[in-house]
Protein backbone atom coordinates (compact mmCIF):
# COMPACT_ATOMS: atom_id res chain seq x y z
CA UNK A 1 0.00 0.00 0.00
CA UNK A 2 2.74 2.33 0.92
CA UNK A 3 4.50 1.48 -2.03
CA UNK A 4 2.11 3.90 -3.96
CA UNK A 5 2.43 6.47 -2.12
CA UNK A 6 6.16 6.73 -1.27
CA UNK A 7 8.23 4.89 -3.71
CA UNK A 8 10.65 2.02 -2.69
CA UNK A 9 14.05 2.35 -0.78
CA UNK A 10 15.81 1.97 -4.34
CA UNK A 11 13.75 4.65 -5.55
CA UNK A 12 14.74 6.53 -2.55
CA UNK A 13 18.81 6.27 -2.85
CA UNK A 14 18.53 6.81 -6.30
CA UNK A 15 17.26 10.28 -5.58
CA UNK A 16 20.16 11.57 -3.66
CA UNK A 17 21.66 15.01 -5.09
CA UNK A 18 23.22 18.37 -3.98
CA UNK A 19 19.51 19.81 -3.25
CA UNK A 20 17.97 16.23 -1.74
CA UNK A 21 19.66 15.24 1.66
CA UNK A 22 18.82 11.77 2.32
CA UNK A 23 18.40 10.55 5.95
CA UNK A 24 17.36 7.50 7.70
CA UNK A 25 14.91 7.27 11.13
CA UNK A 26 16.73 4.88 13.49
CA UNK A 27 15.18 3.59 16.80
CA UNK A 28 16.95 1.66 19.53
CA UNK A 29 20.28 1.43 16.99
CA UNK A 30 17.79 0.08 14.06
CA UNK A 31 17.12 1.56 10.89
CA UNK A 32 12.87 1.93 10.91
CA UNK A 33 12.27 4.83 7.92
CA UNK A 34 13.58 6.86 5.81
CA UNK A 35 13.03 10.49 4.43
CA UNK A 36 14.66 13.30 2.25
CA UNK A 37 14.68 16.75 2.96
CA UNK A 38 14.49 18.93 -0.72
CA UNK A 39 16.32 22.25 -0.51
CA UNK A 40 15.33 23.01 -4.01
CA UNK A 41 11.90 22.32 -3.15
CA UNK A 42 10.45 25.70 -4.17
CA UNK A 43 11.50 25.69 -7.67
CA UNK A 44 9.10 22.18 -8.14
CA UNK A 45 6.01 23.58 -6.41
CA UNK A 46 5.22 27.25 -6.54
CA UNK A 47 3.17 26.59 -3.06
CA UNK A 48 6.64 26.58 -1.30
CA UNK A 49 8.37 29.58 -0.41
CA UNK A 50 11.79 30.18 -1.53
CA UNK A 51 12.99 30.11 2.68
CA UNK A 52 10.63 26.70 2.47
CA UNK A 53 12.33 23.37 2.22
CA UNK A 54 9.91 20.12 1.22
CA UNK A 55 9.91 16.40 3.30
CA UNK A 56 9.56 13.67 0.39
CA UNK A 57 9.50 10.13 0.64
CA UNK A 58 8.82 9.95 4.39
CA UNK A 59 8.61 6.19 5.31
CA UNK A 60 8.84 3.85 8.54
CA UNK A 61 8.86 0.57 7.48
CA UNK A 62 5.59 -1.54 7.61
CA UNK A 63 6.86 -4.18 10.42
CA UNK A 64 7.06 -0.42 12.33
CA UNK A 65 4.05 1.10 12.00
CA UNK A 66 1.45 1.33 14.41
CA UNK A 67 4.11 2.05 17.64
CA UNK A 68 4.11 6.21 17.02
CA UNK A 69 7.38 6.08 15.72
CA UNK A 70 6.36 8.01 12.46
CA UNK A 71 4.71 10.48 14.58
CA UNK A 72 7.73 10.61 17.06
CA UNK A 73 10.14 11.25 14.27
CA UNK A 74 8.11 14.30 12.88
CA UNK A 75 7.80 15.63 15.93
CA UNK A 76 11.44 15.19 16.19
CA UNK A 77 11.92 16.63 13.17
CA UNK A 78 11.21 20.66 13.65
CA UNK A 79 14.20 20.71 16.15
CA UNK A 80 16.70 18.83 13.41
CA UNK A 81 15.80 21.71 11.17
CA UNK A 82 16.04 24.80 13.36
CA UNK A 83 19.68 23.11 14.35
CA UNK A 84 20.63 22.01 10.63
CA UNK A 85 19.04 24.22 8.22
CA UNK A 86 18.80 27.39 9.71
CA UNK A 87 17.98 29.66 6.60
CA UNK A 88 14.51 27.52 6.37
CA UNK A 89 11.63 28.83 7.67
CA UNK A 90 9.20 26.29 6.82
CA UNK A 91 8.78 22.98 5.72
CA UNK A 92 6.46 21.42 3.33
CA UNK A 93 5.08 18.25 1.92
CA UNK A 94 2.30 16.79 -0.08
CA UNK A 95 0.28 13.68 0.89
CA UNK A 96 -2.42 11.83 -0.83
CA UNK A 97 -5.73 12.31 -0.27
CA UNK A 98 -6.32 8.82 0.35
CA UNK A 99 -3.40 8.31 2.92
CA UNK A 100 -4.80 9.35 5.92
CA UNK A 101 -2.74 7.80 8.20
CA UNK A 102 0.27 9.58 7.19
CA UNK A 103 -2.15 12.57 7.04
CA UNK A 104 -2.96 12.24 10.89
CA UNK A 105 0.90 11.29 11.85
CA UNK A 106 1.77 14.63 9.99
CA UNK A 107 -0.80 16.48 11.86
CA UNK A 108 -0.04 15.15 15.30
CA UNK A 109 3.72 15.57 14.72
CA UNK A 110 3.33 19.72 14.32
CA UNK A 111 1.91 20.15 10.30
CA UNK A 112 -0.95 21.55 9.54
CA UNK A 113 -3.31 21.02 6.79
CA UNK A 114 -3.29 24.71 4.33
CA UNK A 115 -6.58 23.68 2.76
CA UNK A 116 -5.22 23.20 -0.72
CA UNK A 117 -4.75 20.21 -2.95
CA UNK A 118 -1.45 19.26 -5.22
CA UNK A 119 -3.05 17.83 -8.26
CA UNK A 120 -0.14 16.91 -10.05
CA UNK A 121 0.63 13.37 -8.08
CA UNK A 122 1.13 10.32 -9.65
CA UNK A 123 -1.20 8.27 -6.81
CA UNK A 124 -4.12 11.49 -7.43
CA UNK A 125 -4.73 14.53 -5.52
CA UNK A 126 -2.28 15.12 -2.50
CA UNK A 127 -3.28 17.55 0.38
CA UNK A 128 -0.38 20.46 1.10
CA UNK A 129 0.78 20.53 4.77
CA UNK A 130 3.12 22.76 6.22
CA UNK A 131 5.43 22.76 9.32
CA UNK A 132 6.94 26.26 10.62
CA UNK A 133 10.63 25.71 12.05
CA UNK A 134 10.74 29.00 13.08
Do not use: W
Not at 59 to 71: E, P, R, W
Not at 106 to 115: Q, R, T, V
Amino acid sequence: EQLRFAGTAEEFLQDGSDTAHLHVIKHDGSIVGFFKLDIAYSESYQFCPSDGLGLRFFVIDKSQQGKGLGTKAVKALFDYLKKSYPSFKSVYLTVNCQNQAARACYLKGGFEDNGEQYLGGPAGPQHIMLGKIA
